[in-house]
């Protein structure tokens, strides 16, 4: 592959990965709220054995939008990358290690975005990003 192709998909390469697993974060956000609702993940919380439930209930729904929308643009990737992976480790402790590997009970789901959402933090979101474009834009400034 030629150096031109090479770094055209490296600029376009996180796409289609940030697309799915913000789509992913953002449907489960949507979830919680408007079907659950901040009660009904309250409750999921305090059977999950939550101190401070409504709290983190909130915040639970909160990051999952906020951070779906922050990779969908790849705006501060990296940091929403890691507060995603810690809610999917977090995840996997505390609610689907006891159902084993495979879903429909288990962790792979979660230890998949896991993955992906370290792999944002690690080198953030690629060069078709709010981030890239802020950093072109500050290199060019000074």
Request: glycine residues 12%.
């Amino acid at each position: 592959m030629n150096s031109a192709t090479s770094g055209y998909l490296e600029k376009w390469g996180f796409l289609p990965l940030r697309c799915v697993v913000a789509l992913v974060f953002l449907m489960h956000g949507g979830q919680k709220i408007l079907y659950f609702g901040v009660s009904g993940v309250t409750d999921m919380l305090t059977k999950l054995g939550f101190a401070y439930p409504a709290f983190f209930a909130v915040l639970l729904i909160i990051i999952e939008l906020a951070g779906g929308l922050a990779i969908l643009f790849g705006f501060y990737a990296r940091a929403a990358g890691l507060v995603l992976a810690v809610e999917m480790a977090i995840a996997i402790f505390v609610a689907r290690l006891t159902g084993g590997f495979f879903t429909p009970y288990g962790y792979e789901f979660e230890l998949t975005l896991m993955g992906a959402c370290l792999t944002f933090a690690a080198v953030g979101a690629g060069g078709a990003s709010i981030d890239e474009f802020m950093r072109r834009r500050r290199a060019t400034v000074t």
